[in-house]
């Protein structure tokens, strides 16, 4: 009796190191931003939508998250999915979402004299949560749900 023996395997052969058995990773490993669904999940509840849910949150060119390589020159189309949970109903609205020198650069780069944009919402900078508020606000003072419930008065022009 004794140990056995395995001939195909001799005690004094070489062990593969773990890195040649592992396959080659890129290390500049491309890296997804979130999807509409994550960003809309990441959004903190407003109170102010009652039961509405925002279930998806995107920009047509930009990534929500991140944002733009500048924050002071931001000019996209904003898609934002809505759930009513009472009626199961989903809907689109949209807002054009613009920063002044987003604008100035659209301007320019079109060569164009003036812009009409409905559903335009613009800011100092692309901050991600003061975009969300402004949209929320549009919505609560647009959609007929929130007509019986007092709203806060917005500033106009």
């Not at 023996?5 to 979130?34: F, G, M, N, Q, Y």
């Not at 998250?65 to 109903?89: K, M, R």
């Amino acid at each position: 009796m004794g140990g056995m023996v395995r001939p195909e395997s001799p005690a004094d052969s070489p062990t593969p190191d773990a890195k040649e058995l592992l396959p080659e990773v890129d290390s500049r490993a491309t890296v997804w931003p979130p999807s509409a669904e994550e960003v809309a999940a990441s959004l903190p509840f407003d109170p102010s939508l009652g039961r509405l849910r925002i279930t998806k949150f995107f920009f047509e060119k930009t990534d929500a998250v991140p944002g733009p390589a500048d924050p002071e020159v931001f000019a996209d189309e904003l898609h934002i999915q809505l759930y009513d949970p009472d009626s199961g109903h989903y809907w689109w609205q949209s807002h054009f979402v613009a920063t002044p020198q987003g604008l100035a650069m659209i301007l320019r780069e079109k060569a164009w004299r003036y812009l009409h944009a409905p559903d335009m919402l613009v800011l100092p900078r692309y901050d991600l949560e003061e975009i969300r508020r402004a949209a929320v606000s549009r919505i609560v003072a647009d959609h007929d749900f929130f007509t019986d419930k007092e709203q806060p008065e917005e500033e106009t022009l």
